[in-house]
């Protein structure tokens, strides 16, 4: 590649720390040089001391809705639900205002 990327969007957190390592060892450094968002916030050592900046689940509406969908009578339509998750704004993300 000529060109590398500035920001990398990875599914999950733990891809991003993968992200960040593997351009780590090429001395390329984050947020300096590229920017990296994960997805979950999922707390493991590994990744908490990145200041990863991520997408955080709503882990407890998406199983409360899961327990409701399975316990509700099976002859109901269908139904459309919306959760909505945050945006976990930390440090591997460079600020290029």
């Keep these: 590649m000529e060109e590398l990327p500035t ?45 990863l900046t991520t997408y955080r689940t709503p882990k407890a509406a998406i199983a409360q809705a899961s327990i409701d969908c399975l316990t509700q009578n099976a002859d109901r339509p269908p139904q459309k639900l919306e959760l909505y998750g945050e945006l976990v704004c930390r440090g591997s993300v460079s600020d290029i205002r």
């Design 7 to 51: 920001a990398f969007v990875c599914g999950h957190d733990v891809t991003a720390k993968q992200v960040i390592d593997i351009l780590g060892a090429q001395g390329l450094s984050c947020p300096r040089d590229f920017s990296v968002v994960g997805f979950d916030d999922i707390p493991i050592p590994e990744v908490a001391p990145l200041n």
